[in-house]
Every structure is written in C-alpha cells, then in structure tokens.
C-alpha cells in the first residue's frame, strides 16, 4: 500500500508508569509486556502494510535521539520533532503537512506508540478496511474496540448500526453519533449494556488532504499557523518557523477539536486484543496466569501472596503475607501500590515535581 502512510505519535510522558517510566525515558520506550519496547512494537507490527519509508514518527525535542536508536531503520527525515507538545491536533496537523508533501493523495494511519494488540492478523485487516472506506468516503474514520466490562479509564463512541446512508455497514464500519468522556462506573454499565457503544482506541484513519481540510474548518487558527510551517517545509527556515507556530499554538486534541465536530465520521468496530496499558493495574491484568493470581518480573521470592504482581527490576524483591498489591522497583525508587489505585501513580509524580525532585522524575 505505497499510498498509504503511518503516523506514530511518541512525545508522550508516561506519568502512570512511574518508576519505570522516566521523562528521560518515557513508557513507549520501555519493554512492559516483552517483545521489545512498545514503540518498536507498534512500528514491527504494521511492516507488512506500511513500509517504513511510510512511517513517520512524531516525538518531541528530548526524545529524538532515543528514538533514533530505538528504530534505527526509519529514514531520518521521518522523524517530526514537536518544539512542545501540543496534544494531538497540532500533532497530527504537523504530520498531515509532510505526508500530503509526500503524496498528495495519501492515506494515514494515526496510531498511539504505546498500546498492546494481541491479534495482529486482525488488526491489520480492520486497518485495512478503514483505509479502503477513508479513501471512498473521503471521511474520518476511528478504530473502536469491542467493550468487554463497564471501563471507566476509556472514552466511548457511540455508534448507528442502520445501513441509512451508509454503505459500508458489512464491512463493520458504522457512522459514529455522539462521543462520550470517561464516564463514570454507573455510566459505563449502561453503555455496555446498550450495545451500542465501543471504546475509544485513539486511532484514525484518514486522508491528508480531508483532515487538513477538517482542521481548517473546525481550528482555522491551528490551520492558519500550519499553514505558515507548510510554506517552509523544505527549507532551512523550516525549524524557526515550527517553534514559532508551535509558539502560538492552542493545545487541544483531534477527537474534541475536530472529531466531535465534523459530520462525517464513521467508527470501524474492532475486537483484536487491544489494550492502551494505561496503568500498572492493567500490566497486572495482562500479565496474571498464575493460579494464585501473581505475576512477577525479575528475581522476586513470594510467600503467602496472592493476586499481586511484581516487577523486581534489576533488585531482590521478597513479599510475605500479602494480597492484590502492584510492586515496582528500579534503581532508585520503589513503588508499592494496591491493586484498583494505580491511576493514582500520576499524583505521585505531579508531588516530586512540585518539590522539584526532578532526579526521581
């Protein structure tokens, strides 16, 4: 699919994930689940679609060279540096640029650098079905995920399973009606309940030029100041133009800026072992297939424990006597956690900044 382009977007800081995931090395450059790290994972899994001369990764300023070692076999001119994040409106507008330069009829395929798919065969027929619909209906397609229990960590997409005015109902693909904000858990159970609602995934579908166009109408000052970086692309006043666009620039993100808006949306229903891992209660999840309901990494010594997981790192880590506990240990911090509270995590970190404990962050 020469016409087709994957769009990475890796400036994210991974705060749930502390004490593993560090500003320096962030949550997308660990290895969570094995297999390598969740970015090299996420790139590894689409080469049989997209070819990585297609794959464009967007990060920011101080993980740039950490993704040139991480994936040394992408060109390095596919490697879009952010001056600042700006959440992923202005993120996926600065890749939308490159890939209509690149092609004008360009097809791409946003995807997170740190969520876990556990089929990839079907996934990859799910993209595939998006990007035949994207370039037919020259639409916004999102991919959402099959609900499995009432989430209360995810967004929600609600969905019109009516062939009216659509002609891709076959294929799985569905006009979206609403989106909804993470609910909360009485919501949740009403939403699957309903049947008509599927997790957010955060991934989309779409043509260059329709999401530019989108974008102009939906964030014409967003669109203003692309438009300014556009003219200078391939030159060298191309940097001083992005840092001073990025400058003015307004965060907000593509599903309430521009998703939430336009009218012509539709949601491919997707159920191929997807996971944001959002938190280490969801590490913990993926990872129990112990009778007794531990899971662990390292050189950990349990004792009357049940339903914990434990990451030991580089360390000896001993539990005795206790139950539905998350334990992570690097080099210089320890993080002991009950299960169900490991959102929380995000709090601890927010607390080392304002003491300006910056070695721990």
């Not at 990451?311 to 998350?326: F, R, T, Y």
């Amino acid at each position: 699919m020469s016409h087709v382009y994957a769009v990475i977007m890796a400036g994210g800081v991974g705060s749930r994930f502390w004490p593993k995931s560090r500003e320096r090395t962030p949550k997308q450059f660990l290895d969570i689940l094995g297999g390598g790290s969740m970015i090299q994972q996420t790139v590894r899994r689409l080469e049989s679609l997209i070819p990585p001369m297609n794959t464009l990764v967007v990060t920011n300023i101080f993980h740039q060279d950490l993704l040139r070692r991480e994936l040394p076999f992408l060109p390095s001119e596919n490697l879009l540096v952010e001056p600042v994040g700006r959440n992923t409106a202005p993120c996926i507008g600065l890749a939308a640029l490159w890939v209509h330069r690149m092609d004008p009829n360009g097809v791409m395929v946003v995807l997170p650098s740190d969520h876990m798919i556990r089929d990839e065969a079907e996934f990859l027929r799910k993209i595939t079905t998006a990007v035949d619909v994207a370039e037919q209906s020259r639409g916004l397609l999102t991919i959402g995920i099959a609900p499995t229990h009432p989430e209360t960590g995810y967004g929600y997409i609600q969905f019109d399973e009516s062939a009216e005015h659509n002609p891709y109902t076959d294929k799985g693909v569905f006009r979206v009606k609403t989106f909804a904000e993470k609910p909360i858990i009485e919501t949740a159970e009403r939403f699957l309940a309903s049947g008509d609602f599927l997790w957010n995934s955060g991934m989309f579908v779409w043509r260059a030029d329709v999401i530019l166009k989108e974008i102009g109408i939906h964030l014409p000052e967003l669109y203003a100041n692309l438009e300014e970086v556009k003219l200078t692309l391939t030159t060298p006043a191309y940097r001083a133009t992005l840092e001073q666009a990025f400058g003015k620039i307004k965060g907000i993100s593509i599903d309430y800026g521009v998703m939430e808006r336009a009218s012509n949306v539709f949601v491919v229903r997707g159920d191929f072992g997807w996971s944001d891992v959002g938190s280490w209660d969801e590490v913990a999840r993926l990872s129990n297939g112990s009778p007794d309901g531990n899971a662990s990494k390292g050189t950990v010594i349990l004792r009357d424990v049940s339903g914990s997981y434990v990451d030991a790192g580089s360390k000896v880590v001993a539990a005795i006597g206790v139950e539905d506990l998350i334990i992570i240990a690097t080099d210089s911090a320890v993080l002991v956690c009950k299960k169900g509270r490991s959102q929380e995590v995000k709090e601890i970190v927010d607390y080392l900044r304002r003491k300006q404990m910056n070695e721990h962050i």
